[in-house]
């Protein structure tokens, strides 16, 4: 089985951390940045299969640097989940508008974070 390169953009150590051991295992390969304006640059750098964006960061938020991606012709096709604290619809409907396939809120369900995950890579 391939190894799944993910990239984990959060500006909070602690989160980070919290979504990084979700996919502490052999089918994951994790990279991580620490505020929007990083995680552009990583995705460009790295072409990860799978991005997980914060909304609320430094430099550049999660809907910036969502749309920025998937304005990218290379990153374009590259699935994104914002994993935000951000739970009003008016936030979930403004990240879909920003090309996010999935919004999930935080705290998150570490299954369900999976899931949606799982299901944007098969």
Do not use: H
């Amino acid at each position: 089985m391939s190894v799944r390169k993910l990239l984990i953009v959060d500006d909070s150590p602690t989160e980070l951390k919290l979504i990084t051991d979700v996919f502490n295992t052999p089918e994951y390969d994790v990279v991580t940045a620490g505020d929007g304006e990083a995680g552009v640059e990583m995705a460009i750098a790295e072409k990860p299969e799978l991005i997980i964006l914060d909304v609320v960061m430094p430099k550049m938020n999660g809907f910036q640097a969502c749309r920025k991606i998937k304005s990218i012709p290379e990153l374009e096709n590259i699935p994104v989940i914002l994993l935000t604290s951000k739970s009003q619809k008016s936030d979930e409907f403004w990240g879909k508008k920003q090309g996010a396939d999935v919004y999930l809120t935080k705290p998150f369900n570490t299954d369900q974070v999976l899931e949606a995950v799982t299901q944007l890579l098969s």
